[in-house]
């Protein structure tokens, strides 16, 4: 009977143990900031408990006379949501399910175009400056980028330190993204977005 006991309390302790992992994993995954994928897959639209348009009309009641102009079914950090751009220049994100809202962000066209004009190089100066002994410019990296995707033309160019190492993270036409070590030209790795 002892032995039963004992079994019964380790099963307890690893269903406790177990439930606090998975609390601390989903606040691990919620707190991240760089977690986001575009969900294009049907089957996966079927999770949402709102729909597309009941979205839109969320967003939409949050700015009076607005009309959305863009929808997409997004999961971010492992939540569903509906980003909804407004023609006010304003992107609200509603939760697939509850369908609260979760965030809204203003655009602003003057200042993203006064943005694009202070472009030096082909970096954006908000972007992390690139070190003045990398050995590779903005420029050579989306050469670098282009050579390696024939037919694909560079849209965005961007320094990143990440783990110590300096790069260049090129997005291209073709919806691949090619990370180019600053100090070598080698390219480190190669994403392909959804």
Do not use: H
Not at 161 to 173: A, I, K, P, T
Request: charged share 30%; hydrophobic share 40%.
């Amino acid at each position: 009977m002892k032995i039963f006991r004992w079994i019964a309390l380790v099963l307890i302790a690893l269903l406790i143990v177990g439930g606090i992992g998975a609390a601390a994993f989903k606040v691990y995954a919620q707190g991240s900031t760089d977690c986001d994928d575009d969900i294009s897959n049907s089957a996966v639209q079927g999770e949402s408990s709102i729909t597309r348009e009941r979205a839109e009309a969320i967003a939409r009641d949050q700015y009076s006379g607005s009309n959305a102009r863009e929808t997409e079914l997004e999961r971010e950090c492992g939540i569903l949501l509906y980003s909804t751009e407004l023609d006010n220049g304003v992107e609200v994100e509603v939760d697939a399910n509850a369908g609260t809202v979760l965030l809204t962000e203003t655009e602003n066209p003057a200042t993203d175009d006064a943005d694009d004009a202070m472009e030096v190089n082909g970096q954006d100066p908000s972007d992390v400056s690139a070190p003045a002994n990398a050995a590779i410019t903005a420029d050579e990296a989306k050469k670098i980028a282009e050579d390696a995707n024939p037919g694909a033309t560079a849209l965005e160019v961007d320094f990143d330190r990440e783990g110590g190492r300096d790069m260049w993270e090129v997005e291209l036409s073709n919806t691949v993204e090619i990370e180019v070590d600053a100090n070598s030209g080698a390219i480190i790795a190669t994403k392909q977005d959804d």
